[in-house]
């Protein structure tokens, strides 16, 4: 298992453990993570799984797709370290990453 921390826009942070090979998204719903919507369950057609990944991770994660980019287009405040949750497969390397939820989705 995986480790991921999730902070809500207020900073309070929940850390849960991740299967590999699912994605962030399933991870937030699999834990009733608060502020991770997934209207569109995984489909990247929305933009209600946005996250702002830690400086630390950007790195350490591929880079959007154009779909994923195009989706962002629709999310609330979006800032460079902006991603959709959908897009980003967990697997071992990613032990320890932090996530932060932004105030609502869009």
Not at 20 to 47: F, Q
Not at 57 to 77: G, K, V
């Amino acid at each position: 298992m995986t480790s991921v921390t999730f902070i809500d826009a207020q900073g309070a942070a929940r850390t849960v453990a991740a299967d590999d090979g699912a994605t962030l998204m399933e991870t937030a719903v699999r834990n009733a993570i608060p502020g991770i919507e997934a209207e569109c369950g995984g489909a990247c057609a929305c933009a209600t799984c946005h996250v702002y990944v830690d400086e630390g991770w950007q790195d350490r994660l591929p880079p959007p797709q154009s779909m994923e980019e195009d989706m962002l287009d629709f999310a609330y405040d979006v800032r460079p370290n902006s991603r959709l949750a959908c897009q980003i497969r967990i697997r071992p390397e990613l032990d320890g990453l932090v996530v932060t939820t932004p105030e609502r989705q869009a």
